[in-house]
């Protein structure tokens, strides 16, 4: 395909007809695979907004109606987030709605077998064994587990019965796998979580650095805005630091492929060039920085109950200086496998004055046995150079699920979160107690388990009762085979709240079926602090329900009925008046929700009318106090951002003799988490309908393997029998394996390690140990 073919191809209108959902519509070529294009836009189809919920980007969509069914879809060109340009996720996700397995009916497990019931019955079941777990075991032995799918509405709901009425933190979500390391760094480097930019960033800046992030398929429509602008300023450049080669490595200018882990000890050499070649922008740090330390050799998080804290401790310029002697670009390239010209290179984009610089990462920095150190680092580059908080100059953490912020770090649906400020907080807890009109001593004062512990905690029976909300953990938890085992033991209740089979409602005692995304009104918040609404335009299948409205229920049967009075056609606006509440200050303020349905999205703080899009700039930032000069870092008592002293430390599995090679997972372009929509939408399910293990083409000579024959791929977890395959989609380095995690069938994380960032509580997917063992070739049932 010519390039002027691909730029028609992503401003084409595509529409996703009635016909096409029966299959009906002839094939098109598009970018080498075949997909589905109605011919024309048919009349009488109702266009509404919704923003895409394939990722944590928040594309905006314009949905087609008619006769009761979404029948089309097209990019939304008043969004400032895509300006009409959709992945081929997005033109095809109306047709997760429709697969021939939808869940439209309650189900219980009876004699090991599960019997459809009506869903009030469910719903009585639930509540009931929640009240008689709870009297029996204590208010701890109960947990809820849920999504950065979840709307708003559903994540409010969830905070204040758990943690409100029923008196537990026991409530995590699986943002916890994704982006709790990006969290736990904004929050130690700034004080206040979330990008202090936005994507506007993306017009202004002069260099991209991509750390470890596969852009070009996770986040394919940001990425075109990147490419965008190559193509019309020359000068542009696109960097990326990566352990493998993938689309995002031919697309950018220069691919920077280091040894797993070294990313840490790279950007502390980066650092070091920056002080040693006084590119130092002294005069921002004497204004706006101050350096601290804190603890080093951390652990793992291999152990159960695993605890750790820290302090910050003050540290000095001279010590940092000191500290970064260690990482001089020839010390460095011995371990990272970057050459020091290359490290001094990247060095000087970053230091050169006259160019703004955005980096922009995502899962290889966060699932990382240390994540926040590793965005600690990233933040301490830009804040060397004084290139933050403006136009153009902003380091920035992407997302990876449609509400990953808005939900789950926004509403606080993490153990050690409320709605605002921790639980830790005094008056966080009585704010909320205030809000949510409970006594304060309802609202425990520490932490219990985050998303790993939480599911130890289940196998070794301190949790008893636990309700899974739109997510699919039996295939995404690390070390996977182990909570499999948990959730079959004969004394642990499990509830699943879900839209199609999943092996994780394979195991559950109660199966409720969810509405799906435009099947109810919510608001989902993207990764650059936008608030997107989208009203109900379709009436879910058989008994399926929101799971906000099945919390409601839920709490109503428990007595909790007047904490949560709202009745179904209002209780969106009712929970969005109240959760707002939480956040009516100039650091947080939220639009109101006539704004929200008028416009597509609007990026919080939110006052006087206008959308703060750089935080802590005093020109932007209403809450940026001048008196602290150009910037303010309100986050931090001493109004700074810090600096932090973080050294390189080794995984704790590593290759050797008996498993030779580097293990990593993630995703890829056609497929989205574990593929329990992409893979009932026909055609993404076509273009790839397996995973694979992805071998560099020297390892696979060695190993006598060739592309399409089949591996045993073994760690001390486990063991998998894949195909493998030699510069299929990427490459990676030499000694590494990759493994898309979106197939069921193939389910990788029975290999993974679940060692965890200590201080972010999020796991490390991108490396473990493996062997690959040659099997030749034969056929896959």
Known sequence: MSELERRAFVKRV?????????????????????????????????????????????CGLLIGLQNGRAVAVKGDPSSPVNRGLACVKGYHSVLALYGSDRITKAAVRRNGRMVEIPMSQALDLVAERIRETIRRHGKDSVALYGSGQWTIPAGYVAAKLFKGALGTNNLEANARLCMSSAVSGFLTTFGLDEPMGCYEDVEHADAFVLWGNNMAETHPVLFSRLLEQRDRRPAVRIVELATRTTRTSYAADRSLIFVPQTD????????????????????????HVAFKKGKTDIGYGLQDDFHFSEEAEDATWEEYVRFLDDYSPERVARISGLSASEIRWLASLYGDPSRKVMSLWCMGINQHTR???????????????????????????????????????????LTHRLPKGAVTDPDARRLAAEIWKVPVENIPSRPTWHAVEMFRAFDRGEIKFLWIQG?????????????????????????????????????????????????QEGLFGNSERRTQHFEQMLTPPGEAMSDAWQLIEVARRLGFGHLFPWNYETHVAKIW?????????????????????????????????????????????????????????????????????????????????????WLSTGRVLEHWHTGSLTRRIPVLHRAVPRAYAELHPEDAEQLGVKDGDFVRLV????????????????RPARGQVFVPFFD??????????????????????????????????????
């Open 371 to 413: 994540g926040t150190w590793a965005n600690n680092l990233i933040y301490n580059i830009h804040l060397l150079v004084g290139k933050v908080a403006s136009p153009g100059n902003s380091p920035f953490s992407l997302t990876g699920q449609p509400s990953a912020c808005g939900t789950v770090r926004e509403v606080g649906t």
């Open 744 to 781: 069921e069938s193939l389910p990788i994380n029975q290999l993974t390690l679940d060692a965890y960032c200590p201080i972010s509580g999020q796991p490390d997917y991108k490396k473990c140990a493996v062997r690959v063992e040659r099997m030749g070739s034969f056929r896959l049932p």
């Open 14 to 58: 595509a529409l996703v007809s009635a016909a096409a959902m029966a299959g009906s519509l002839a094939p098109g070529l598009v970018l080498g695979e075949e997909w589905w294009i109605a011919p024309a836009d048919p009349d009488g189809i109702v266009w509404k907004k919704a923003p895409c919920r394939f990722c944590g980007v928040g």
């Open 715 to 730: 760690t001390r977890r486990g063991s998998l029998v894949i195909q493998a395959r030699v510069d299929y989609r990427a």
């Open 264 to 287: 840490l000890a790279v950007a502390n050499a980066i650092c070091h060039e920056i002080v040693h070649r006084n590119w130092v922008n002294r005069d921002f740090v004497a204004r």
């Open 577 to 661: 008046e109240e959760y707002t509440r939480f956040h009516d200050t100039p650091e947080h303020r939220m639009a109101p929700l006539e704004e929200l349905k008028r416009r597509p999205g609007v990026i919080w703080p939110y006052v006087n009318g206008r959308e703060t899009k750089w935080r802590y700039n005093t020109r932007y930032d209403p809450a940026a106090d001048p008196r602290y000069g150009e910037f303010d870092f309100y986050g931090h008592p001493d109004h700074r951002a810090w600096i932090w002293l973080r050294p390189y430390e080794p995984p704790p599995e590593v290759p050797d003799e008996e498993y030779p090679f």
């Open 471 to 519: 997510t699919n953990p039996m295939v995404t938890l690390p070390h996977l085979s182990r909570y499999r085992r948990a959730a079959a033991k004969a004394d642990r209740f499990l509830v699943v709240s879900d839209v199609y089979p999943t092996p994780t409602t394979d195991v559950a005692d109660v199966v409720l079926p969810s509405a799906l995304w435009i099947e």
